[in-house]
C-alpha cells in the first residue's frame, strides 16, 4: 500500500523559511514521477514543483521559482521541499504526491497523495 506522509509545515513570517519532508513508502516499482502541490482556500490544487523524469528533470511553478528547491533522498525514501523568503501568498496546505513515471507536474496527474501539511505565512 501507497503511504505518503508530508511534515515540516507552520506558522511562519514572510521572509521566512520551512523545510517539508514527504517520506514515501509502499511503491513497487522503482521508479516514478513525485512532487509537491498546494492548496489555498477558494482555490483549485496547483503544482509547486515535481521530479518528472528519469534524469530527474525539476519543475518549479513560475511564483516559487528562485525561493523553493525540491530534492530527494533515495535511501530514506524522503522527497524535500525547501521554501525559502516566503511570502502571505504562499499559505496553503501543501501536499505531496506521485504519479506513473514522466507526469506533468499538474494535479490530475497524479495517483497518489498525503495528507497535506498546512503553511501559513502571516504579516
Known amino acids: 500500500q501507497v503511504q505518503l506522509v508530508e511534515s515540516g509545515g507552520g506558522l511562519v513570517q514572510p521572509g521566512g523559511s520551512l523545510r517539508l519532508s514527504c517520506a514515501a513508502s509502499?511503491?513497487?516499482?522503482?521508479?516514478?514521477?513525485i512532487g509537491w502541490f498546494r492548496q489555498a482556500p477558494g482555490k483549485e490544487r496547483e503544482g509547486v514543483s515535481c521530479?518528472?523524469?528519469?534524469?530527474?528533470?525539476?519543475y518549479y511553478a513560475d511564483s516559487v521559482k528562485g525561493r523553493f528547491t525540491i530534492s530527494r533522498d533515495n535511501a530514506k525514501n524522503t522527497v524535500y521541499l525547501q521554501m525559502i523568503n516566503l511570502k502571505p501568498e504562499d499559505t496553503a496546505v501543501y501536499f505531496c504526491a506521485a504519479g506513473p513515471w514522466g507526469s506533468e507536474c499538474h494535479p490530475i496527474s497524479y495517483d497518489y497523495w498525503g495528507q497535506g501539511t498546512q503553511v501559513t505565512v502571516f504579516s
Open positions: 509502499g511503491f513497487t516499482k522503482d521508479f516514478y514521477s
Open positions: 521530479f518528472k523524469g528519469s534524469d530527474l528533470t525539476t
